[in-house]
């Protein structure tokens, strides 16, 4: 009877091993599919990592524009000095080809082009002839961005010979538009929501600059008329 209960005792213990074994069978696949996964998993931490850092130092530029930009209005009223900071910061940060400002007369209402950079003198004429210029026209009855992502998609408008992507904003002086800023590229290269945010940034800090200028004009004048008394 002695060894017949060993044989009985031993019996479970190797379905034991045997089960254990394929546990731990099972336990290694586990793990291993785990680790790649977690490989996986790694990679794209990393990838989202250096993706957040680029759009960090991305908003940081952006900033940093904003503030030059404000800087140099804070610190003098000549409007064309402002505009030559605004224009170069604002290439400098969007890595577009062309921008340039047009500025409505508060007392003819006529639109001039006041500033630009990177045209040639025949597209910088051609730009004085197209005067009224029908998309600033519609971004000052609007007050809204215009964006063309690909002139090629709109052949109804009439776009400069060079230009693939455009876009017009506002530049507003508390809630009226008193300019438009337009800045395009020679390729087809879509106008992101953050950089439109940004130009619309910039055209408020611009429009607080010409108001400044607008209000320090009528109370030297004022001045000027109370002395003459």
């Known amino acids: 009877g002695d060894v017949r209960g060993v044989q009985e005792i031993i019996r479970p213990l190797d ?20 680790g790649l996964l977690g ?20 908003r940081a530029q952006e900033q940093a524009v904003l503030n030059a930009i404000a800087t140099a209005t804070s610190q ?5 000095e402002l505009f030559e900071i605004a224009l170069d910061k604002t290439v400098e940060v969007t890595v577009r080809n062309r921008i340039n400002i047009r500025l409505k007369d508060p007392l003819t209402g006529r639109v001039e082009l006041i500033a630009h950079q990177g045209f040639s003198d025949g597209e910088i004429e051609e730009l004085r002839r197209r005067t009224p210029h029908p998309m600033s026209e519609e971004v000052f009855a609007s007050g809204n961005p215009l964006i063309i992502n690909d ?26 538009v008193v300019g438009v800023l337009g800045i395009s590229d020679n390729q087809s290269k879509p106008f992101s929501a953050s950089e439109v945010e940004l130009l619309e940034a910039i055209g408020s800090v611009i429009g607080v600059a010409i108001e400044n200028a607008r209000l320090f004009g009528e109370t030297k004048r004022n001045l000027e008329g109370i002395r003459a008394l």
């Not at 045997?18 to 599919?33: H, I, N, S």
């Open 15 to 34: 379905s034991a091993v045997a089960q254990t074994r394929a546990g731990l069978q099972d336990t290694f696949v586990l793990q291993a599919t785990m």
């Open 39 to 58: 490989l996986g998993g790694l990679g794209l931490v990393i990838g989202r990592m250096r993706q957040t850092s680029a759009e960090l130092a991305q």
């Open 76 to 80: 003098s009223l000549d409007l064309k």
């Open 151 to 176: 002139t090629g998609e709109n052949s109804s408008r009439d776009f400069l010979d060079r230009t693939r992507s455009v876009a017009w904003v506002p530049i507003k002086a508390g809630a009226r």
